[in-house]
């Protein structure tokens, strides 16, 4: 039986070892959640309502246990970590109390005596998640797709199985009947043989855009849904009457937060020639202060990367992109899985930091002359997840929203992601949509009734 260690990229040290499941046993394990599947789709949205809301409660009385444990995982910086079990929480109790609302039947009125859409669950569910939002990622597919009446199995990042074991916990301590949630311990090589399980009815994966391809073609294959939410580099476009102040800091926290690992993160800096030189000066200042250091300090903003290969692929990118004509305005340097928080100024359309998505606390820095210029810019990329607009006449930005070849616009504001919105990308970012009602009918059956 093969053995999966998971490995604190901070300290270097070994946490644990997990034994991988065996094919009979992921096939045990997809038979059982078939089985719960069809007593859960009987359950009533006021018994779903309860459990959610009790999963709700777990994630806030034990954010602290849950939060250390995905620090000590991949690096997250523990007050952000127990910020991300808050929003999960926060995302429980959305669906909870808006799940049986979203999924009412709709009356169309046709020459029938009646004829409505009925939404109902498909069944069991794969979600392939991963590392970067261990528990975010996961609770923004499963707090719906329960609600919905699905069956919820998971097969998660390598490097986070303490992570993805405990979300079982969670849903194990609220009272969910067992295999409700079910978690996967298999690599990725596992991935291909569950979705062609017929149990499994449909799939969502959050990652990169080679795992989304493979993901994707062997559900297209077998004919079932698939939503795909990957990679992004969202751009940030500053403009000349923006609040210099408020701007560098929603610009700070939009790209170094999670140390920077977030697909929505804002990567491309684009600020207008007539207040780029004062701005970047002024935001330098801000990076510079960041503190780096122990993700289990509480001071700490920026911690290490999750693993040391990725930092490595951030040099890399970095320097690259120095080698084209790019300078280095701070940081730049990495030791094992920390790399400094980073601002490379001078960079054009054809460098490496602006064609690729850096995964890392590094920002490039673009100018540009005006708003076609910086339309223009913006688009110039495969990706197509969110952009982010900063100026005082809120009226102009977003009457030029539409042009912005992007899932999302945000104007004085950081992309973020929020349960009462709709979430996903278009162009190589993926396609289909999480949270709000549109996540919830993603996997649901829309089903016409019609009564003569």
Known sequence: MSTTNSLNPYTGDTIQSYKNHTKKETENALIEADKRFHSWRETSFAERKNLMMAAARELEKNKREYGETMTQEMGKPIRQAIAEIEKCAWVCEYYAENAEEHLSDEVIKTDASKSYVSYEPLGVVLAVMPWNYPFWQVFRFAAPALMAGNIAVLKHASNVFGSALNIEKVFERAGFPKNCFTTLLIGSDGVE?????????????????????????????????????????????????????????????????????????????????????????????????????????????????????????????VQKSVKQGAKILIGGKR??????????????????????????????????????????????SKFGLGVSLFTSNTKKAEKIAYRFDEGAVFINELVKSDPRLPFGGVKESGYGRELSKHGIREFVNRKTIYIA
């Open 193 to 317: 043989e569950v979705i062609k399980n017929d149990i499994v009815k449909a799939v969502t994966l959050t990652g990169s855009g080679p795992a989304g391809g493979a993901v994707a073609a062997t559900a297209g294959a077998e004919i079932k849904k698939s939503v795909l939410e990957l990679g992004g580099n969202n751009a940030l476009i500053v403009f000349e009457d923006c609040n210099m102040e408020e701007t560098i800091a929603t610009c700070v926290q939009a790209r170094f937060q999670n140390t920077g690992q977030s697909c929505i993160a804002g990567k491309r800096l684009l600020v207008q020639e007539s207040i780029a030189e004062e701005f970047v000066e002024k935001l330098v200042i801000k990076v510079r202060e960041l503190k780096s250091g122990d993700p289990m300090d509480e001071k700490t903003f920026i911690g290490t990367l999750a693993r040391e290969d990725l930092a490595k692929d951030l040099e890399e990118q």
């Open 335 to 380: 030791q094992n899985a920390y790399f400094e928080p980073t601002v490379v100024g001078d960079v054009t359309l054809d460098m490496t930091m602006f064609t690729e998505e850096t995964f890392g606390p590094a920002l490039s820095v673009t100018t540009f002359k005006d708003e076609e210029e910086a339309i223009s810019l913006s688009n110039n």
